[in-house]
C-alpha cells in the first residue's frame, strides 16, 4: 500500500527566505505525486503535480518541486516566501486508475512566516 | 462558476446518531470524492462517485454512505456516529475519467463534532 512521509510537523521562516519542505513517499510503481495547501478555513488547493517526464514541476504561486526517484522524494521549494504563504502543506501519492484512482495524504506541514 | 460549497459548515451531534452531509460540485463536475480529516492529520479518502456510482472505497466501514446526484450535487451520510468521527468533512469535484488524477476542487468543509 502507497504511504506518505512528512517529516516537518512545523516549520518557520521568515519572509523573503528561500523554503523547503520535504516529502517522502512509498510506493511499488510509478508514482503519481501531488502537492496541495490548505489555508484556514479553505478547502485543498492544488499547488502542482509530477506524472512523468521532466523531474523538476513548476507550479502556482511560485512554487516547485523536485521528484527524486532514488531517494523516494518530492520536495516542495519556493525561492522566497511570502506572509501569504502561511498554511498547511499536504503531500499526497495517487494510486489505482482512472475514476477509481484514489489519493493518500501525509500528514501535512503547518507553515509560519515571520515578518 | 461557482466552486465547490458543503453544508453545513459545523455540526453537532451524540453518539449513535445519523448525519447528512451535502456538497455541491462545481458545475459539469461527474466525480465527487468525500474525504474525512481528523485534527492534525491530513484528509483520509472515505470513497468517490462517478456519474452517480461509487467508484472507489477506502478504509471506512459501510455505515459511511453516500450518493450523487445528476444535478452534481452529493451527500455523505454516517450512521451509528462514534466520538472518532469527529473531524473536518471534505468533498472535492473534478472532471474526467483521471478520478483522483484530474485536478480536484475542494470545498471548505464541514466540521463535524461528536459528543
Known amino acids: 500500500a502507497q504511504s506518505v512521509t512528512q517529516p516537518d510537523i512545523h516549520i518557520t521562516v521568515s519572509e523573503g527566505a528561500s523554503l523547503e519542505l520535504r516529502c517522502n513517499y512509498s510506493?511499488?510503481?510509478?508514482?503519481?505525486l501531488f502537492w496541495y495547501v490548505q489555508s484556514p478555513g479553505q478547502g485543498l488547493q492544488l499547488l502542482l503535480k509530477?506524472?512523468?517526464?521532466?523531474?523538476l514541476v513548476q507550479g502556482i504561486k511560485g512554487f516547485e518541486a523536485e521528484f527524486k526517484r532514488s531517494q523516494s522524494s518530492f520536495n516542495l521549494r519556493k525561492p522566497s516566501v511570502h506572509w501569504s504563504d502561511a498554511a498547511e502543506y499536504f503531500c499526497?501519492?495517487?494510486?489505482?486508475?482512472?475514476?477509481?484512482?484514489?489519493?493518500?495524504f501525509g500528514t501535512g506541514t503547518r507553515l509560519q512566516v515571520t515578518l | 462558476e461557482t466552486g465547490v460549497t458543503q453544508s453545513p459548515t459545523h455540526l453537532i451531534k451524540t453518539r449513535g446518531q445519523q448525519v447528512t452531509l451535502r456538497c455541491s460540485s462545481q458545475?459539469?463536475?461527474?466525480?465527487v470524492s468525500w474525504y474525512q480529516q481528523a485534527l492534525g492529520q491530513g484528509p483520509q479518502f472515505i470513497f468517490q462517485?462517478?456519474?452517480?456510482?461509487?467508484?472507489g472505497r477506502g478504509n471506512f466501514p459501510p455505515r459511511f454512505s453516500g450518493l450523487q446526484f445528476p444535478n452534481y450535487s452529493s451527500e455523505l451520510n454516517v450512521n451509528a456516529l462514534e466520538l472518532d468521527d469527529s473531524a473536518l468533512y471534505l468533498c472535492?469535484?473534478?472532471?474526467?475519467?483521471?478520478?483522483?488524477?484530474?485536478?480536484?476542487?475542494f470545498g471548505p468543509g464541514t466540521r463535524l463534532t461528536v459528543l
Open positions: 499526497a501519492v495517487g494510486a489505482g486508475t482512472g475514476t477509481a484512482s484514489k489519493l493518500t
Open positions: 462517485y462517478y456519474r452517480e456510482e461509487e467508484n
Open positions: 472535492a469535484s473534478s472532471l474526467g475519467t483521471g478520478g483522483a488524477y484530474n485536478e480536484q476542487f
Open positions: 509530477y506524472f512523468s517526464g521532466d523531474t
Open positions: 458545475s459539469g463536475h461527474n466525480t
Open positions: 510506493y511499488g510503481a510509478t508514482p503519481y
